[in-house]
């Protein structure tokens, strides 16, 4: 118990620490005219407060991945909250607040286009590849995921098609229509629903003094369970997670001032966190480490986590609501992911959205391609996810290393925890049988060497870019006279 909150104590300092030194290593400019107000377009580009943009960013990114990953990341024991804690401090949050304040500075472009300007033309087209890949897996998942959990509650009366219809549905038009038209609307009640939910088992496990393992030495090490790498893509959102990078982008065309950016980007990363941390709680208290953990995983996933718990701690209606709280999370990250790639996609050809149907044709074809990965097997879908997700978050890290270092400001901040990851993915890939199916000993040695190598190209790159320099943003001499609020 004294591991769990001492955790979430650590989370909440190192917002009102660590995130004030990484605001002020960025260096806000709060009269700066943004994105909302420059390309208001009443579809993407709409002003919205900072509570709602806040709330909008939380539920963005906190899909099943905050909740399936740490469920999954149990199975290593404590060792996992010192993951999410060091994780989210000091790669995730600065991740997602370097992603969302450069888009910004740049009249709020995706990835693709923070990747071209920064590390170059190829990579725009690479990074495009994966984040569309990756946007498409995390539809699917985010599909399937929450259909699941929805036909176990109701016991199988209403047939598993037709509520992946429906999700599928409610997906095309929060895609398709103005972002405060939907989206704008529903996530408070969506983001009630994630409160109860986590408040309700977080609050059940420490009130009933649930029996969550403390680490220790001894623990520090699990048994047949390599940490690295598999630890850290394991539990990838509520640590650090790449598809935050194709979310904030999002926000950062609804963003007021920059000064909110602090709350909106590294905050909600934070607010993440502490909801992993409880779900790995959950997992590792309820059902008596991972034996007996690992035969409900085999039995029905995560998914089956998710209801035992709730309902262990909350009883039918609390646990009900709370299963629902669950559900909402992946729904309200899904809806983003298409929409997210619709826009990296328009961006990418120029092609103005202002109209439905410019919007449609680019949307139908993910559309049918998501229908059709809804048949691949979760876990085979989940193991692609979880190596496209942590690949974009290196290159998400090595676009603010880049942007600080033209800067001449602190770079190490985005560039250690990206090479880390880069060490991490690499190892992953060389030895998964997804992948190359190397022995782990010489998985870490390739692995280290092309680490090494793009870190060198890393920082002669930079060296030219900042004798070129690279505008770090957009001209706002035509800007003037516009009022931020």
């Known amino acids: 118990m004294y ?15 660590y995130g004030k030194f990484v605001e002020r290593t960025f260096g806000v400019k709060t009269e700066r005219a943004t994105p909302a107000y420059v390309n208001n377009d009443g579809v993407d580009y709409v002003p919205m ?51 969302g304040m450069i888009s910004i500075r740049n009249r709020g472009a995706h990835l693709p286009e923070l990747a071209g300007k920064f590390l170059g033309k190829f990579m725009k087209h690479v990074v495009n590849a994966f984040a569309i890949l990756l946007l498409v897996l995390v539809g699917t998942v985010f599909v399937s995921a929450p259909a699941g959990l929805l036909y176990n509650l109701m016991n199988g009366w209403m047939a598993l098609g037709v509520i992946v219809a429906l999700i599928f549905i409610y997906y095309i038009l929060a895609t398709l229509l103005p972002v405060d038209k939907i989206i704008g609307r529903v996530y408070p009640i969506f983001g009630l629903l994630l409160i109860i939910s986590a408040v309700g088992v977080g609050g059940g496990l420490v009130l009933t003094g649930a029996p969550i393992p403390e ?4 623990n520090l090490h699990p048994d047949n369970l390599p940490i690295f790498p598999l630890l850290f893509l394991t539990i990838s959102c509520g640590a650090l997670s790449g598809f935050h990078a194709t979310q904030s982008p999002i926000i950062s065309r609804t963003t007021q001032k920059e000064g909110q950016g602090r709350k909106i980007f590294y905050g909600m990363m934070i607010a993440e966190a502490i909801v992993a941390m409880i779900w790995a709680a959950a997992a590792m208290a309820l059902f008596n480490g991972p034996v007996s953990l690992n035969e409900l995983l085999a039995a029905g996933g995560p998914a089956l986590i998710v209801s035992e718990a709730s309902t262990m701690m909350l009883g039918a209606i609390g646990g009900t609501l709370a299963v629902l709280g669950v559900i909402i999370l992946p729904i309200t990250s899904g809806d983003t992911a298409f929409r997210s790639a619709r826009m990296i996609i328009a961006d990418y050809f120029k092609m103005s959205q202002a109209k439905f149907s410019s919007r449609l044709w680019i949307a139908l074809p993910m559309f049918v391609i998501s229908v059709g990965l809804t048949r691949v097997d979760f876990n085979i879908l989940w193991r692609y996810f979880s190596w496209a997700n942590q690949s974009t978050a290196v290159i998400a890290l090595f676009v603010g290393a880049m942007y600080l270092y033209i800067a001449g400001k602190n770079y190490w901040i985005s560039l250690v925890p990206g090479t880390f990851m880069l060490m991490t993915t690499m190892t992953y890939i060389l030895n998964a049988s997804i992948g190359f199916g190397l022995p782990m000993n010489v998985a870490y040695i390739g692995a280290a060497v092309i680490s090494i190598a793009l870190v060198a190209v890393f920082f002669v790159a930079a060296q030219k ?12 001499s035509e800007w003037e006279g516009i009022r931020t609020i």
């Open 3 to 17: 591991t769990f909150l001492f955790g979430i104590i650590l989370l909440i300092v190192g917002y009102f620490t």
């Open 465 to 476: 870019a900042r004798a070129a320099q690279i505008p770090l943003e957009d001209d706002i």
């Open 49 to 99: 407060s900072t509570s709602k943009n806040s709330l909008i960013q939380l539920l963005n990114i906190a899909g099943v991945g905050p909740i399936f990953g740490p469920i999954m990341g149990a199975l290593y024991g404590p060792v996992a909250f010192i993951w999410i804690v060091v994780g989210a401090i000091f790669a995730g949050a600065v991740h997602d607040y370097l992603t």
């Open 215 to 218: 680490l220790t030495l001894a």
